[in-house]
Structure formats: C-alpha cells, structure tokens
C-alpha cells in the first residue's frame, strides 16, 4: 500500500499514545504547529491497558487550556485506529489537514512573526 | 500532605497580566505529589501563559523554577541571584509556600497559582481526602484512629448525627459519615464500649481560635 | 420523680401524666403575631410548644424571641438550641436570657448542616457538640458555674432535653447513644418522627433492658402526612427518617382529596399503638406548617383535656 497524506504532517513516533503529554502537545503549539492529535490503538486495545484512555485525557485538557489562551481547543485531537487500518490513517491525516486549514494558521506563529 | 488544586489559567492571567518578566515558581513537594505545584504543572503553565501573551502581543518573560520546597529558607535563597530579573512571581507551593516567598522577597509581587485545600491522602490517582485539620490536640487514640474534627461536616465529638444514614453523611451521599467509621473501627478492634465514654468539650485554642501558631523546640534550635 | 425546675413540662411528666408537647417553626420575618397565631390554634391541647432554631438551616427569627412571645402569652416554651450556629459563648449568654424571663425547657441539638439551608456557603460553628450543651445546661443549673468555672448568680432552672432517632444509622449505637445523653444529663428526649412501629419498639425494648427508661423521659414523637408525596419525601429525602412501604402504599391508595384525613388517621394509630409502649411518657406531635390539625389528633387520641398540674 502507497497510501497518500499531507507532506506538511510532522509524525513522531512514541511507543505508546500513553507517553504523551500536556506539555508535549502546548510546546508544540508555541513551536508553532497548527495542530496536533495523537493516534492511539483502539481504546480497549492498549498494549499497556490505558495509555490511550489517558491521552485522551491529556488531550481534552490541553484543549481546554488552548480554548481559555485563545489559541482553540479543536486544534488539538485524539483519534484511535487499530495497525492495520493504513488508509484510515490516511483518511484521518487528510481529515485533520483539512480541519486545521479552515482554522488557518496558529495565531501564536503570527504574533510571533509580528514579534520580530 | 498538604493538598491544592490547580488555579484556573483565566485567574491567574487576570492577577498577573500588567507584569512583564514573571517567575513560574514550583515546589518539588507535596503540590508535586498531588499534581497541582510541581515542575510538570510548571511547565505546562508557563507554556500556556507565553502563548496568551504572544497572542496578545505582548512580550512577557516567563521562566520556570522549581524548587525543593518553599516553606524552607535554604531552598527559597536559591532564587536570591536571580530574582531581580522578574517583576513578579507565581508560585506554585501551597499557602505556606506563597507567603515564606513574600516575606523573603520583600517587595516582590507574589501570586498564589493554586488553591490549598486541605491535609489528605491519595486514595488513588487524582483522588485526595482530606484527614486532619491540625487542631493541634490530637484525640485519634480515643476515636480509633478516625478523626471526627475533619472528617465530620459538624466536628461532632459525640456523635454521629440524626442525619448519618447507611453509612453517609448527610450533606452528601458520597461522604462517609466519620461517626459510622469511628463505630466501625472500635468494633473491628473489639472496643465499642469506648463510644460511650463522653468526649470532653475540647479546648480549641490550639485550633484556629487560638490564633496563628507556632511550635517551638529549644531543644533543637541552635 | 424528683422536681428539679420550675417546668410545666417536668411537673405533667413527675405526676405520671402522658405529657404533649408540639412545635411551631418561627417567621421569616419580624412580625410576631405568626407566633401568636400559630401558638393560639394548639396551645389549649399541648403543655409545652417548642420553638425552633433556624430549622434546616435555613434564617429565622430566632428561637428565643419567639419563646419570650409565648411566655409572655402564659404559654410554656420549650427552647431549641443547636450548637451549629453559637459558641459556647453565645449558648450560655441565650440560656441566662431564656431563663431571665423563666423559660424552664430547653432541647439541645447540633443542627441539620448549613448546606441544606439560605446561607451554605456560610460557617458553621460546632465549638461543642448536642451532648456537651446538654452537659453545659446541666453544669449551669445544677453547680451554678459557667463552663469556665466562674459563679452564675441566679442559676437557669432548665428541663433538658434532647432529640433522638432510633431509626438514624449505625442502629446498634442507637441505644448506647440514648445512654450517652442520659449519662450528659438529659431529663427528656423528643424522638424523630416515628412511622415505622416495629423498630421503634425494638428501641424502646432495648432501652428497657438497659434501665434506661427510669432514667429519662421519652416523648414519641408523630408527625402526620398531608399526602402521599409528603410520605414519599419523608421516606426518601429526609435523612434519617424511615417510612415502611405499606404506610406509603396506604396514602397512595387513598385518593388526593381524602390523604390529609388518612394522614391525620394513620398518626392517631400509631400514637394509639405508642400509649402502650412502655416507656413511653408522651407525645411530641409535629404538624409540620398543619398546627390546625394538632388539637384533632390530641383529642381524638384521648389527651384531652390536659391536666392541670399548678
């Protein structure tokens, strides 16, 4: 399978979505990045029982805290797939491009620009 | 220890919002524990501040510390070179911590980034209960080991209530009633003929009443 | 029985006579004819009226006030204090003033908690508890001496009471509680709404059994339904009160317009069916904001008239 997604998606690989956390998805956004989501297993799934229950978590409470900055809590999202659903991913890759490209850029890459 | 609860990030930014080099201060203690102080919590709020003042245009300094503890001068002089770089300071420790900072940095603005609330345990991740008010008079021997002052909505010395119903109290169903496990306790050590002995009016002026307190040891000042 | 007060309520109790007592809940306001009114429909058919003390939490006018406006009617008080909202401060300084204008009946409670009431984001207060006020008025009468050692000239002669519920929970300490207050000093209980019988005599049975029974003067205390969801309420939402399903299935099956008479029915049994309880020394009827149904129940119950014990 070739299967085709967004060039411009920057994936890191973690061993586990459980790995993930709060400071990691807001450092991101003050790097710059338009939006982050984690892919985990499906819930029910997890190698380690509640990694991907406890990302979910996570990122519910980051997009709380984006939503009060004024960044935008969708611009953070969990979804799960199983390993062997490649085109899923694919799907959700082009789903999640296009969802952050109708919020346009992260306002903090603008004003950091204007900073300059 | 002593349990907080983290600030909400509107609160805090609402008190700190005119200052422009500001110093996110944790403490590596019991608000790191119960996951409201520590240098995780730090981060993420530092994090969260830069971006609210970027996108609002403004450039405001904000760096992360954390420390020890902060109701201890030798880990609160830590921050005496670099203090003068700020022009405020959240910090993260509990009350105690917020006001041994204010007291320090005389004329540093110091602003409370988490509520206090209580002195508890972790009954499980992301559970704390309370279980001491520090009254100052301890009476767990005559109680069975549960304490009625902060585990009682009425401190009852003498109870429980009319209101203890199948093992709740009754200001809320999801609060165990103190007197039923006080009862519980004396039986399972074989002891419930002690619940009718009379508790004694306390002396409450080791309590709050008494006014601020202060334990002091000769023996081991220096 | 040996008489240790001036109370009404004590003599009727010492000469054998099955005392009533009733209670009204204060205004929320200032206008005292409430009292009045209120004490008026019932006073012929009790010996004491008890006064509430911010019942439920929830502010009024206060206990004493009222109970001054009764006496000063010629009727016979009966002072509620909870230790939720004074010090013990306050509870001494309120009890000297009760019994400056010889109010000889007082009932020592802790309070339901501020949350059920107007003001729950208020403190509460609990500096002692209901079975050390019963310890304090005892102290204050009997050794003429405030708690803090210092002589009271003109001692408050106070009948003490408590409340207490046998159907509250962890029941195996109901009696054990029951002899906690009597070893504090208390002269009389006013119980919790009794509906479920049984249990009720079990308590009783057990309290017996103890010798508690000589010790104290127990008032049983009745309140009747309006209508099934009263009933319902009473079983569900009231802490500590418990309601046995025929009883509810009775109202239910009566229909709307007729509940009150059930009510007011099924209370007059029960009360029928106490009388013979032994042990039992009264009634406290509680005709919760239903005063006009008081005298009914007390005479069609055979309590009337009340005797006169002077």
């Known amino acids: 399978m070739r299967l085709q997604y967004p060039s411009d998606i920057n994936i890191i690989l973690v061993p586990c979505t459980g790995k993930v956390d709060v400071l990691h998805i807001l450092h991101a956004f003050e790097k710059g990045a338009d939006g982050v989501y984690a892919v985990g297993c499906m819930e029910g799934d997890c190698h380690y029982n509640s990694g991907n229950l406890r990302a979910r978590k996570r990122v519910e409470q980051a997009q709380s805290i984006l939503e009060t900055i004024g960044i935008g809590g969708e611009r953070a999202q969990m979804y799960n797939l199983s390993s062997s659903e490649g085109p899923r991913f694919a799907q959700i890759a082009a789903e999640m491009d296009e969802k952050i490209r109708n919020l346009g850029p992260n306002p903090i890459k603008l004003a950091k620009k204007k900073a300059a | ?222 | 029985m040996k008489i240790n007060t001036p109370s009404k309520l004590e003599k009727i109790l010492a000469a054998g006579h099955l005392a009533v007592t009733s209670e009204c809940g204060p205004p929320r306001g200032s206008d005292p004819e409430v009292i009045v009114e209120k004490a008026n429909l019932i006073k012929d058919h009790v010996d004491a009226i008890n006064i509430t003390d911010n019942q439920t939490s929830v502010t009024r006018m206060c206990s004493l006030a009222a109970c001054i406006k009764l006496k000063l009617m010629g009727l016979e008080p009966v002072l509620q204090m909870v230790t939720r909202d004074r010090n013990r401060i306050a509870l001494q300084s309120d009890i000297l003033g009760a019994a400056a204008f010889d109010i000889h009946n007082v009932l020592c409670l802790s309070g339901d908690h501020q949350s059920f009431g107007d003001c729950p984001t208020g403190q509460n207060v609990h500096d002692i508890d209901s079975i050390q006020l019963i310890q304090t008025v005892r102290h204050m009468r009997d050794e003429s001496k405030f708690l803090g050692g210092d002589d009271i000239s003109r001692s408050p002669k106070m009948f003490v009471g408590a409340a207490a519920n046998p159907f509250a929970d962890p029941f195996e300490i109901r009696v054990p509680r029951l002899a906690k207050k009597i070893a504090a000093g208390v002269e009389f209980i006013q119980t919790q709404c009794i509906y479920d019988l049984d249990k009720f005599e079990l308590w009783m049975k057990m309290a017996g059994d103890r010798g508690l029974l000589e010790k104290v003067s127990i008032l049983a205390g009745v309140t009747p339904f309006k209508s099934v969801g009263m009933a319902r309420y009473m079983k569900n939402r009231v802490p500590g009160i418990e309601v046995p399903d025929e009883m509810i299935k009775r109202m239910a099956d009566t229909p709307k317009e007729k509940q009150p008479e059930e009510g007011v029915k099924i209370c007059i049994e029960s009360m029928q069916r106490l009388k013979e309880v032994e042990g039992v020394r009264g009634f406290h009827v509680m005709a919760i904001e239903w005063e006009e149904m008081v005298p009914e129940i007390v005479e069609k119950t055979g309590l009337y008239p009340r005797p006169s014990v002077d």
């Not at chain 2, 019991?30 to 996951?35: D, F, I």
């Not at chain 2, 245009?57 to 830590?78: A, F, M, N, P, S």
């Open chain 2, 1 to 222: 220890m002593i349990v907080a609860d983290r600030k909400p990030i509107e609160e805090i930014i609402a008190e700190i919002k005119e200052h422009e080099k500001i110093l996110i201060l944790g403490c590596n203690e019991c608000v790191t524990v119960c996951e409201a102080g520590g240098k995780k919590e730090v981060g993420v709020l530092a994090s969260a501040l830069r971006m609210y003042f970027l996108n609002q245009g403004r450039d405001v300094k904000l760096d992360e510390i954390t420390l020890e503890r902060q109701c201890d001068h030798e880990y609160l002089e830590e921050i005496r070179d670099v203090i003068d770089q700020y022009d405020a300071v959240v910090s993260l420790a509990c009350g105690v911590g917020v006001q041994f900072m204010a007291e320090k940095y005389h004329t540093m603005p110091v602003y409370p980034g988490v509520n206090t609330c209580f002195l508890g345990v972790t009954e499980k991740r992301g559970l704390w209960t309370e279980r001491c008010q520090a009254c100052g008079q301890c009476i767990l021997a005559r109680t069975g080991g549960i304490c009625p002052v902060s585990r009682c909505a009425k401190r009852i010395l003498n109870g429980p209530c009319g209101g203890s119903t199948q093992g709740s109290c009754e200001i809320n169903k999801e609060i165990s009633c103190a007197w039923q496990l006080i009862i519980d306790r004396l039986k399972a050590l074989d002891r419930l003929d002690d619940y009718e002995q009379i508790d004694p009016i306390k002396d409450w002026s080791t309590d709050r009443a008494g006014g601020p307190r202060k334990v002091e040891r000769e023996d081991v000042q220096q």
